[in-house]
């Protein structure tokens, strides 16, 4: 069966079609600037195979369904399509970034699941609105197609309450819901499954500390198979220091901030999510641009670069005395998969609890999983590219076998 897996954002959609006998990428893309004078669809068939070929259009899209359109005109073309007809298409896959408490395991989406994603939306106002525009996407052009959401707040789900509270006054839990939920779960999922594979353990036997570090950074505690903690809160912003979001700060800098510089709670937040983090420090939130900065004797640089991994240091350690026996350090994602620096550094002295790093393994390139740890450290440290489309792609497939 092919599955398209759909992640609709605020102005844009990101989509892939998977053949799911064989796992394989028939085709790739994503349209932009959804809704503005002009709009851009990048398509890519065959992607990342000696096979690829590119279409890049440029036009506008009035909204989502139209963009996706266009999509599945490529998708289908008689010359350059790569099934002949939308029939071959047998399920759609949909990201969704909020599930709250309700949502604990991938689902058909169905008129309750809307209201649940659509419930969402003053909590996750960039997202979960997006989201379910997908879904109506695939509403209108493929009627009667099964779409499944997979949330990223259900790995954390089963996350106990002393994790997942906030020390707040407990109405606010009650009434509006305000907990830890955690994001990145298809990732930490994903990664979870692949590092028991190679470990050669059975899932439900492992303890691992998953750290997904992109733009985006996130951590999770988990033990056998299933997240204990994680570092994102309530929304994407605390946590580890991310490209452009701070991560962990004292609560009370906020209306420091209000008082001191007469600025509207939407105006910290942006500054919070837009102007902090890598970005905040040293006017870069690119790590190899932050890297070749470094190089030069950027001082600045040399700063944002040493909080981003001290943070992540913190937290592992944090993370092992939660879990008490750790299997494995996993590092994934755009600056986990390929920054050799970064995983050199978080690792470094760190033998005290097991964790070893091997200089010449860490440099090898590479987009299978593979071990970096030295060959005495008791905890191995895995570097293990994710795949969060695949892993939407297998959930949606589980939910329609039942
Ligand atoms: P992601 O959100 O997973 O796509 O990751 C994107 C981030 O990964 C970029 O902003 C870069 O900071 C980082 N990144 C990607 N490639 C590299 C690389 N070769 N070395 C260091 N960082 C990288």
């Known amino acids: 069966m092919n599955v398209l897996v759909i992640n609709a954002g605020s ?13 394989v990428v028939l085709c790739a893309g994503l ?3 959804i809704g503005e004078d002009m709009g851009k669809l990048a398509h890519k068939i065959a992607p990342d195979t000696d096979k690829e070929e590119k279409i890049v259009l440029e036009q506008p899209f009035a909204n989502h369904v139209e963009g996706m359109k266009k999509v599945v005109e490529l998708i289908t073309d008689a010359d350059k399509g790569v099934v002949k007809d939308k029939s071959e298409i047998g ?3 949909h990201r969704v970034v909020m599930g709250g408490e309700e949502i604990t395991k991938s689902v058909k989406v169905d008129a309750k699941v809307k209201e649940i994603i659509d419930g969402y939306k003053a909590l996750c ?6 989201n379910l525009a997908g879904i109506e ?4 052009l493929f009627p009667g197609t099964p779409s499944v959401a997979v949330f990223d707040t259900e790995f954390h789900q089963t996350m106990p ?14 009434d509006l819901k305000v907990r830890r939920y955690g994001f990145h779960g298809t990732s930490h999922r994903y990664v979870t499954k692949k590092a028991a594979e190679f470990l050669g353990k059975p899932v439900d036997e492992v303890n691992l500390v998953t750290c997904h570090l992109g733009n985006g950074c996130s951590m999770a505690a988990v033990k056998n198979g299933k997240c204990i903690d994680t570092t994102m809160g309530i929304t994407p912003l605390e946590g580890l220091m991310m490209g452009t979001r701070c991560g962990d700060i004292d609560p009370a800098i906020v209306p420091f901030l209000v008082e001191a510089k007469g600025m509207t709670a939407a105006e910290v937040d942006t500054l919070m999510n837009k102007q902090s983090g890598l970005k905040g420090i040293c006017g870069m939130n690119d790590m190899r641009d932050i890297h070749a900065a470094v190089e030069k004797g950027d001082e600045k640089a040399k700063m944002a670069l040493d909080m981003f991994v001290y943070r992540i240091k913190k937290y592992i350690g944090s993370f092992y005395a939660a879990l008490g026996r750790v299997d494995a350090v996993i590092f994934t994602a755009g600056i986990g998969e390929n920054d050799d620096i970064v995983r050199a550094e978080v690792c470094s002295e760190m ?18 999983p593979r071990n970096i740890a030295k060959a005495e450290g008791s905890v ?23």
């Open 31 to 33: 349209v932009e600037r």
């Open 137 to 140: 996407v695939a509403e209108e």
């Open 380 to 402: 191995a440290v895995l570097v293990v590219p994710t795949n969060e489309e695949l892993e939407i792609a297998q959930a949606t497939m589980e939910v329609l076998k039942g």
């Open 161 to 174: 309450s002393r994790a997942y509270m906030y020390p707040l006054p407990l109405n606010l839990y009650e």
């Open 125 to 130: 106002p960039l997202h979960n609105p997006a």
């Open 11 to 23: 102005s844009s959609c990101k989509y892939q079609l998977i053949n799911m006998e064989n796992e």
């Open 351 to 368: 033998e005290v609890l097991g964790i070893t790093i091997d200089l010449e393994k860490n440099a090898v390139r590479s987009g299978e």
């Open 91 to 93: 399920a759609i896959g």
